[in-house]
């Protein structure tokens, strides 16, 4: 451009060559969106901003096309055949990178509701245990009182037949005792 200015070459390539230029930053400012867009979308998990960025590559395409139009030469034709691969390349793997990220996506909306049935049943089996605990307990309290009522019944019938046999052991010892007095009152009496 420089050379095409001081030789004051042709005013038509001079502006051909000055349009080039301008379609060639466009595709830099472009290019520079989209990894902006990509390494954004990702560091704050933003799809939207993300897809934003794929959707400017219609426009690098379209840059690189319009250049290409008015482009004979066989070393700048390369170059745009190298900077499209380059587009493309970049352009496949944000739409793996999207893809990988919508099927974490899914997957985790997956684990999430696993989560929550999880959690139901988790709930299921906390109420099924207190209410077999509270089952249990009921059952430990009934046996409980019976287990009171028998102690109590089997004191009073040990304190019963143990008054029963210290009476008729009395009995066995007083009565001779008794006849044993009688019968020296009588001897001494007579």
């Known amino acids: 451009?420089?050379?095409?200015?001081?030789n004051n070459g042709p005013r038509e390539e001079t502006e051909d060559r000055?349009?080039?230029?301008?379609?060639?930053?466009?595709?830099?400012?472009?290019?520079?969106?989209?990894?902006l867009a990509n390494y954004m979308g990702q560091a704050t998990r933003d799809v939207v901003r993300f897809e934003e960025g794929l959707k400017r590559f219609d426009e690098i395409a379209s840059?690189?096309?319009?250049?290409r139009a008015d482009t004979v030469r066989k070393v700048n034709l390369d170059q745009l055949d190298a900077v499209q691969k380059a587009a493309g390349e970049y352009k496949t793997a944000m739409e793996a990178t999207l893809a990988n990220w919508r099927e974490l996506d899914e997957i985790n909306a997956r684990r999430v509701e696993t989560g929550r049935v999880i959690l139901a049943l988790a709930d299921q089996v906390v109420h099924a245990a207190e209410t077999q605990s509270m089952r249990i307990t009921d059952r430990a309290v009934s046996s409980l009182g019976s287990t009171i009522l028998v102690i109590l019944i089997a004191t009073v019938v040990a304190v019963l037949?143990?008054?029963?046999?210290?009476?008729?052991?009395?009995?066995?010892?007083?009565v001779p005792l008794?006849?044993?007095?009688e019968l020296a009152a009588r001897a001494r009496d007579g």
């Open 63 to 67: 840059l690189v096309g319009a250049i």
């Open 161 to 174: 037949l143990g008054s029963a046999v210290a009476f008729l052991m009395t009995r066995s010892l007083v």
């Open 178 to 181: 008794k006849r044993v007095a």
């Open 18 to 35: 000055l349009n080039k230029i301008t379609l060639a930053n466009k595709i830099i400012d472009e290019g520079n969106a989209v990894r």
């Open 1 to 6: 451009m420089i050379r095409a200015l001081r």
